[in-house]
Each structure stands twice: as structure tokens, then as C-alpha cells.
């Protein structure tokens, strides 16, 4: 399978600890994206790479989110400190720039 | 405001219809996604365009970029059409991050 990989697909955590989730997109994609997705509601940008640079940030994360895409290939999203706001499906995209864009099918995060 | 406003938010059709769902952006954009996600489903792209028309089978995508408008029409609608569709305007000047729509959530009846 050589499209956008999300692992784990489901993860269930109680509040206050830390989870990370990972992303491999297709190869030689050089544009990378991460999205929150709750039930009901479109996914929300949270952020960003061209490579292995994070150039945006979305307001909507805050410090106790961070991401990272040593070497651009994968990147990792880590989440500190839970809280129950935190339970969404986290969505990872891939593209070439200027082409279409692939989507993982992304880590349901439960925080109970 | 929200920058991307899609009209209808939810749509009945019977099968054998012509579905329009509608997008409108307030940005400026270098291109267009509109996507297709099935309940429980991951997201699917259905087209990327920056100018002009496209079809791939039953579905037509068109942009029109002064107008800041875009249309997905599904022709000889089908029960296996039920999803949510979701336009995402793309703008460079934003930095190449995607904004999307709140979606239409299309519902074929047999």
C-alpha cells in the first residue's frame, strides 16, 4: 500500500497523559498537513510542513501540541497533557505542490 | 464570516437526480480541492481544478476564480453518492494551508 499511513488508528487515553501519533505520507510528497476532524464538523487546520520546515501553526493548538517532520518523510503529532477536548480524529494529508492531495484515514483519539 | 460558505448544508435526492452543491470563498486561491467523505470514512479527492471544468465519470467540477465560486454537480445521482462532499479553497498567500468548507451532506434515496 503506498498511500498516506496513520498509526495507531485508535488510541484511548485517560486525561492528563501524553499521546503521539504518526504519519507516513507517499513518498516524495513534499507538502504535509494535519487536521482535527470532531463528529459533525469539517476538519480544522492545525498545521503544516514543506519538507521537513513547519510553516504554519493554526491558533487552535495550543502549547501542549507540537509536531515534527525530522528529515521530511514522517511527522509525528504529540498531544501533553490530555484533556477530554482533545477527543477527535486526527487526520493526516500528503501532496506534491500543486497536485491533488491523499489523505490518511486517520487516529480517532478517545481521552476519557 | 466564515472565509468558505457551501450551500446546501444538507441535500435529499432521489436516485437518478442532478445534485449541485455550491462553495463560495472569500480568499484569494491558487486552487480548489472538493473531497468526499463516507460516514465513518476517510476523505477522498475528487478534484483539484484552479481554473475552468472538470469530469471524472458522473461528476463535474467548475471554478470560477473572479467569482470566487465553485460547483460540484453529480449527474444520475446514485444511493452510493450518500457522503458529505467539502470543498477546500488552497491559497499560497495563506501560506498553502487548505480551509474547508462545513461540507453538504448528500443523501441518494433508492
Known amino acids: 500500500d503506498t498511500g498516506v499511513s496513520q498509526d495507531p488508528r485508535h488510541k484511548i487515553t485517560k486525561r492528563g497523559q501524553n499521546v503521539t501519533f504518526r504519519c507516513d505520507p507517499i513518498s516524495e510528497h513534499n507538502r504535509l498537513y494535519w487536521y482535527r476532524q470532531t463528529l459533525g464538523q469539517g476538519p480544522e487546520f492545525l498545521t503544516y510542513f514543506q519538507n521537513e520546515a513547519q510553516l504554519e501553526k493554526s491558533r487552535l493548538l495550543s502549547d501542549r501540541f507540537s509536531a515534527e517532520r525530522p528529515k521530511g518523510s514522517f511527522s509525528t503529532l504529540e498531544i501533553q497533557r490530555t484533556e477530554q477536548g482533545d477527543s477527535a480524529m486526527y487526520l493526516c494529508?500528503?501532496?506534491?505542490?500543486?497536485?491533488?492531495?491523499?489523505f490518511g484515514s486517520g487516529t480517532q483519539l478517545s481521552v476519557l | 464570516k466564515n472565509e468558505v460558505e457551501q450551500s446546501p448544508q444538507n441535500l435529499t435526492a432521489q436516485e437518478g437526480e442532478f445534485i449541485t452543491i455550491n462553495c463560495s470563498y472569500s480568499v484569494g486561491i491558487s486552487a480548489l480541492h472538493w473531497l468526499q467523505q463516507h460516514p465513518g470514512g476517510g476523505i477522498v479527492s475528487l478534484f483539484m481544478?484552479?481554473?475552468g471544468k472538470k469530469k471524472h465519470g458522473r461528476l463535474i467540477a467548475t471554478i470560477n476564480i473572479q467569482e470566487k465560486h465553485s460547483s460540484l454537480h453529480i449527474t444520475a445521482s446514485h444511493p452510493r453518492d450518500s457522503a458529505v462532499y467539502i470543498c477546500a479553497p488552497h491559497s499560497e498567500a495563506a501560506g498553502n494551508k487548505l480551509t474547508f468548507g462545513g461540507g453538504t451532506r448528500v443523501l441518494v434515496k433508492p
Open positions: 481544478l484552479s481554473s
Open positions: 494529508a500528503s501532496s506534491l505542490a500543486g497536485f491533488k492531495l491523499f
